[in-house]
């Protein structure tokens, strides 16, 4: 079982829906990042947490320790949104190294 | 205020010849990490670079690989005699300290192909 699980995996909604994306982590953690990446481009950082809840414009993360979960909501999806993101962990013996989910690969119809 | 930036975007090598990969760090910032993302999978840590330090290169193969953040200029990510298995996105992230509350910026990306 993988440290990090993503789900959906794969999700395709249409524009201006609301978009809900989890994470479940079994590992002690010091920080959990949200990152976006696009086809054949970069990655973002959108967020990172260590607990509560952070807005960013439309996106919006959040996090429950004791539950070791954190969602990624996009309000007012639009098609700029398709991409993949990705969580990943920070845990505290090691700051840089990361455990990294396998991504949501999100499209947004028209 | 420039982010990180990776060049080249794309580079094609063939077996057996050298490539070099530079990460120039956000201004401010004198820590590098290197990862790579391997077709269809997620990101996996290689190095960790202070100034003129290897701090960690537990992630990076034994051989043929090889990585450094001078005093002055770009941090390099060097892959000698690439073979097909090393095609492959790399990816440079910075920070200004390394704490677990410290924020990590990512370029976007160095896509090696090797023919």
């Known amino acids: 079982k993988n440290e990090v699980e993503q789900s959906p995996q794969n999700l395709t909604a249409q524009e201006g829906e609301f978009i809900t994306i989890n994470c479940s982590y079994s590992?002690?953690?010091?920080?959990l990042h949200w990152l976006q990446q696009h086809p054949g481009g970069g990655i973002v950082s959108l967020f990172m947490?260590?607990?509560?809840?952070k807005k960013h414009g439309r996106l919006i993360a959040t996090i429950n320790i004791q539950e070791k979960h954190s969602s990624l909501h996009i309000t007012a999806s639009h098609p700029r949104d398709s991409a993949v993101y990705i969580c990943a962990v920070r845990t505290p013996s090691s700051n840089y190294q990361l455990i990294w989910g396998a991504g949501t690969k999100l499209i947004i119809k028209p | 205020n420039a982010g990180v930036m990776q060049n080249p975007r794309h580079l094609v090598r063939r077996r057996g010849q050298e490539a070099r990969l530079r990460c120039s760090p956000m201004k401010g910032h004198s820590h590098v990490y290197w990862y790579r993302q391997l077709p269809e999978e997620g990101l996996k840590f290689m190095v960790y670079?202070?100034?003129?330090?290897?701090?960690?290169e537990s992630g990076m193969p034994k051989e043929r690989f090889s990585a450094e953040f001078p005093k002055e200029g770009p941090s390099i990510l060097r892959i000698q005699q690439v073979v097909r298995g090393d095609s492959a996105a790399y990816f440079c992230?910075?920070?200004?300290?390394?704490?677990?509350?410290?924020?990590?910026?990512f370029g976007n990306g160095t896509r090696l192909t090797v023919t």
């Open positions: 947490l260590s607990s509560g809840k």
């Open positions: 670079l202070q100034k003129e330090n290897i701090i960690d």
């Open positions: 590992v002690g953690i010091s920080a």
């Open positions: 992230a910075s920070s200004p300290r390394d704490r677990y509350n410290s924020p990590l910026h």
